[in-house]
């Protein structure tokens, strides 16, 4: 394929980011400028020649400026085949000339939607001609440049300068992909806001879920696995896909992965006291609050020292200096916080390998939304899980009910316990996790796990007894049998929160009555699989 030289230009953007510097550049290669409406107006008060759109096709705009290039000297111009002999004469007949570049960025659909605009705008906001320029452009990209992305402006001025006001076929053939991926993404964010925010159907007869790229990562939870971060094009919570990197080497899908856990479980707390959550391998290996963010940080580490190495740090304030220097005592791979001093920063830069990232502020744990798992052939579709459990809604189901303290326990441990992986188990005491078991394939197990993890910490920091002893216990789901609740009390806690709803629910109740515990109900549960 040859390079082709570029005559004739149209112009539309509602982005008017670089638009006079690549008018200009397209001006001093002689390329005649054809524009419409805000455009025209943008690149003649930069005192350039441009022909209104009215003047190719002899047609004004109208209607509010809904029919302006759907007209057949615009798409004529674009989809004529340059060495189709038929061609050339229809467009000789009906007096068409060709346009050798089509610069085009879309009416700001999902901008409008974000600002909470009303449906009439956000109507109007449902641009027609541009995408049918884009494709038209797109699709006879043997002789037609289209271009959707200011940040693209600066290569395409390149490349006319390196090929003597031309463009070459690899460069359009790479332009007409980005451009179909635009218009695709276009329409699927229009289909998802008809469909789910108009309509209300949570689950549509079909899905298209528009994403951008926003980098590629070194590699996936393996070295051999290749893999990239992508945010949703539609309007969205700003979390870990938007953190700034303030320092550290490139992110890994694990990073990743791991830190948008603890965020996740961060943003319970984000109206608390200081809370600093540690997560290893997606779990939390200790969480606690505290009357300083290094006070947290202490109890959070001594619940899984051993765990908390190589591991991810949240907090739920802007980290200090002090935090900071206790932080870099060990090896941690990801810091996420709400934001940093100087001394915190200064700390962390003798770190050259740890990545600090600042969130915009944390999420709120209780926003809707979906979670998608892709599976062999399909994907699985839910409500993210924001299932909340106060007070008045716990159900005491033993002869002794909770203390006060035992129910602030019982709480805090629930909350920690809907992050963890199934078969979840947590033990937590004042505000401070004492142990969590995880991800096993019997509850049972998950107790004992969390009980030794105690019982290490307590030989690890020399403490009389594991903090397990006095403490509250949550199950992410019922009891089967009593054995898992016989471990938990076996390792001294005094209260069990759990869902409730087993079979074996009477049995299991009589095994706390005969131990002495208070248990409570929650009529929910946390399966995270």
């Known amino acids: 394929m040859t390079n082709v030289k570029i005559g004739r230009a149209l112009l539309s953007v509602s982005d008017k980011t670089g638009l006079v510097d690549l008018g200009k550049a397209l001006a001093a290669h002689g390329v005649a400028l054809v524009s419409t409406g805000g455009t025209a107006k943008a690149l003649r008060e930069a005192g ?4 209104d759109i009215s003047d190719l096709t002899g047609f004004p705009e109208m209607m509010d400026g809904r029919v302006k290039t759907l007209h057949p000297k615009v798409h004529g111009g674009l989809l004529a085949v340059r060495g189709n002999a038929e061609h050339v004469a229809s467009m000789t007949e009906h007096a068409i000339e060709p346009i050798d570049l089509v610069v085009v960025n879309l009416y700001p659909f999902a901008q409008t939607v974000e600002k909470g605009a009303s449906r009439e705008e956000i109507i109007e906001n449902i641009d027609i001609g541009g995408p049918s320029m884009v494709r038209s452009a797109a699709k006879n990209h043997e002789s037609v440049t289209i271009v959707t992305d200011p940040a693209d402006y600066a290569r395409l ?42 309509q209300g159907e949570k689950f549509p007869p079909s899905v298209t879920m528009t994403r951008k790229l926003v980098m590629p990562l070194r590699y996936g939870e393996n070295p051999h696995q290749e893999a990239a971060l992508y945010v949703s094009s539609m309007p969205h919570v700003s979390g870990i896909g938007q953190a700034s990197q303030v320092q550290g080497k490139e992110l890994s ?14 943003a319970e707390f984000r109206d608390g006291p200081p809370t600093v959550v540690i997560v290893k391998h997606a ?71 740890l990545r600090l990232l600042l969130t915009e502020g ?22 993210r899980d924001n299932g909340r459990v106060t007070r008045d809604m716990l159900k005491t189901v033993t002869r002794r009910a909770p203390t006060e303290q ?3 326990d019982c709480l805090f441990a629930w909350t920690i316990a809907k992050h963890v992986k199934s078969n979840a188990i947590v033990y937590a005491k004042d505000g401070v996790t004492a142990g969590i078991g995880a991800g096993q394939m019997n509850r049972r197990d998950s107790s004992r796990i969390a009980a030794a993890k105690a019982k290490e910490a307590a030989e690890t920091f020399g403490w009389t007894s594991p903090r397990t002893v006095g403490s509250a216990v949550a199950s992410d789901a019922f009891f089967p049998f009593a054995d898992g609740l016989l471990a ?12 409730g709803g087993s079979v074996r629910d009477d049995e299991v109740i009589a095994a706390a009555d005969e131990a002495g515990l208070a248990m409570v109900f929650t009529g929910m549960r946390h399966f995270r699989h």
């Not at 350039?48 to 022909?51: F, K, S, Y």
Request: glycine share 8%; proline share 4%; charged share 15%.
């Open 48 to 51: 350039l020649d441009v022909a």
């Open 157 to 198: 001025i390149a490349e006319m300068a390196a090929h003597n006001g031309a463009t070459t076929y690899d460069f359009r053939r790479l332009c007409a992909a980005k451009a179909y991926a635009a218009t695709a993404a276009y329409d699927g964010m229009i289909s998802q806001w008809f469909m789910t925010a108009d």
């Open 253 to 266: 899908y694990n990073n990743l992965n791991d830190a948008n856990a603890a965020l996740e479980l961060l």
């Open 283 to 353: 779990n939390p290996c200790g969480v606690a609050t505290g009357a300083t963010l290094a006070e947290a940080y202490k109890n959070a580490f001594e619940c899984d020292s051993v765990s908390a190495f190589g591991g991810i740090i949240a907090v739920n304030r802007p980290l200090d200096g002090p935090t900071a220097e206790a932080i870099s005592g060990i090896f941690t791979e990801v810091v996420v916080a709400p934001g940093a001093d100087d001394a915190a920063k200064a700390v962390f830069a003798k770190k050259k390998n």
């Open 362 to 383: 944390l999420p709120d744990p209780a926003r809707g939304g979906q979670s998608v798992t892709v599976i062999a052939g399909g994907i699985l579709v839910q409500d």
């Open 406 to 408: 035992e129910i602030t």
């Open 488 to 499: 938990a009390a076996e390792a001294g806690a005094t209260a069990v929160i759990q869902p």
